[in-house]
T-cell receptor
Framework: GAVVSQHPSRVICKSGTSVKIECRSL??????MFWYRQFPKQSLMLMAT?????????EQGVEKDKFLINHASLTLSTLTVTSAHPEDSSFYIC?????????????FGDGTRLSIL | SQQGEEDPQALSIQEGENATMNCSYK?????LQWYRQNSGRGLVHLIL?????REKHSGRLRVTLDTSKKSSSLLITASRAADTASYFC??????????????FGKGTHLIIQP
């Protein structure tokens, strides 16, 4: 149980392109989803918290107009990297939690490797 | 924001040996979790230990938590080649309303040599 599907797994595109990444909870309803970014051989950095039906909460230093998050249903959150540039190349990982409180584990997708040429 | 620190950064041991990884953090927490990440993949949740717990077991995993020292350890007993991965500790800070994401440590890259 508690499977999170992330799509696509890999994207290679030209600079200036907007890229949408989907995160789906397949067998549970996710009140809260999280988006993380991971640079090579580094740890995960939280970008934003996505709550169903409300605006996402972004971490300090993350541009909300650059990284658009939509959490329209209890099973789907999307991250759109707008007008992507080479510095946006990274590994993006989403996670989902069944409840609001942190005493429940987060379940992670397999990540999306984004490469901007 | 707090930042967990794992040590060692890399650990290479022989199959069958025990592997111990440590994690330190800076602020008060509700709970601490350990995750595993295989290369280029997402994270797999291993174990969660609450701030009022001192030790927890799950199969070959043993986690300890010392809130006075703000540290935790993950012990993997009788290691297997399939345990090769990066291991991260993650914490959530108290006072965050429970809705905050996790703060991850830098990770320990574990290599099990057959």
């Amino acid at each position: 149980g508690a499977v999170v599907s992330q799509h696509p797994s890999r994207v290679i595109c030209k600079s200036g392109t907007s890229v949408k990444i989907e995160c789906r909870s397949l067998d549970f309803q996710a009140t809260t989803m999280f988006w993380y970014r991971q640079f090579p051989k580094q740890s995960l950095m939280l970008m934003a918290t996505s709550n169903e039906g409300s605006k996402a909460t972004y971490e300090q230093g993350v541009e909300k107009d650059k990284f658009l998050i939509n959490h329209a249903s209890l099973t789907l959150s999307t991250l759109t990297v707008t007008s992507a540039h080479p510095e946006d190349s990274s590994f993006y990982i989403c996670s989902a939690r069944t409840g609001v409180y942190s005493n429940q584990p987060q379940h992670f997708g397999d990540g999306t490797r984004l490469s901007i040429l | 924001s707090q930042q967990g620190e794992e040590d060692p950064q890399a650990l290479s041991i022989q199959e069958g040996e025990n592997a111990t990884m440590n994690c330190s953090y800076k602020t008060s927490i509700n709970n601490l979790q350990w995750y595993r990440q295989n290369s280029g993949r997402g994270l797999v949740h291993l174990i969660l230990i609450r701030s009022n717990e001192r030790e927890k077991h799950s199969g070959r995993l043993r986690v300890t938590l010392d809130t006075s020292k703000k540290s935790s350890s993950l012990l993997i007993t009788a290691s297997r080649a399939a345990d090769t991965a990066s291991y991260f500790c993650a914490t959530d800070a108290t006072g965050g309303g429970g809705a905050d994401g996790l703060t991850f440590g830098k990770g320990t890259h574990l290599i099990i040599q057959p």
